[in-house]
Nanobody, 115 residues
Framework: QVQLVESGGGLVQPGGSLRLSCLASESTANFAVMGWYRQAPGKQRELVASISSTGTTNYADSVKGRFTISRDNAKNTVNLQMSSLKSEDTAVYYC?????????WGQGTQVTVSS
């Protein structure tokens, strides 16, 4: 069973930065796409950013220019560097891995942007 464990969430002031990490129980090279989703209270889960096995990235319009996704297959990790954070970025952030028709999720990490 694939396990994804997120870390790095917390409380940050508007304009600040955070780096989220997702550690997979197996090589991230085994997954076609890895990504980060988020879910704010009362809202649907939405894609924040994804990265393919070839390094192609995709970002939600709301985070373009502020967030950067990267993957390190040697360390089995996917990272999300978040900068210029806004209150609307407050949500639970989930790591996601896709292989064939299978989707795997982490437990989530809370990010709160507030002064």
């Amino acid at each position: 069973q694939v396990q994804l464990v997120e870390s790095g969430g917390g409380l940050v002031q508007p304009g600040g930065s955070l780096r989220l990490s997702c550690l997979a129980s197996e090589s991230t090279a085994n997954f076609a796409v890895m990504g980060w989703y988020r879910q704010a209270p009362g809202k649907q889960r939405e894609l924040v950013a994804s990265i393919s096995s070839t390094g192609t990235t995709n970002y939600a319009d709301s985070v373009k220019g502020r967030f950067t996704i990267s993957r390190d297959n040697a360390k089995n990790t996917v990272n999300l560097q978040m900068s210029s954070l806004k209150s609307e970025d407050t949500a639970v952030y989930y790591c996601n891995a896709r292989r064939s028709f299978n989707f795997y999720w982490g437990q989530g990490t809370q990010v709160t942007v507030s002064s």
